[in-house]
């Protein structure tokens, strides 16, 4: 019986249903971005690394 009264309080309230949509859309995709993205000892291994190829190519020339 509440599956019945939740369809029609969504069914008088449809803001209420699209609004919750769109924020767990909007957690998904920032907890999805933020998955994706490297960590911070990640990036500082890169910046170590470009770093040592700037350093060597610099005493080559």
Avoid: A
Avoid at 38 to 50: A, F, G, M, T, W
């Amino acid at each position: 019986m509440w599956i019945v009264r939740t369809i029609t309080f969504l069914e008088s309230h449809p803001y209420l249903f699209i609004g919750l949509l769109l924020i767990l859309g909007g957690m998904v995709w920032f907890f999805w971005r933020e998955h994706r993205r490297p960590s911070y000892r990640q990036r500082q291994e890169v910046e170590d690394l470009l770093k040592g190829f700037d350093e060597d190519r610099n005493t080559r020339v």
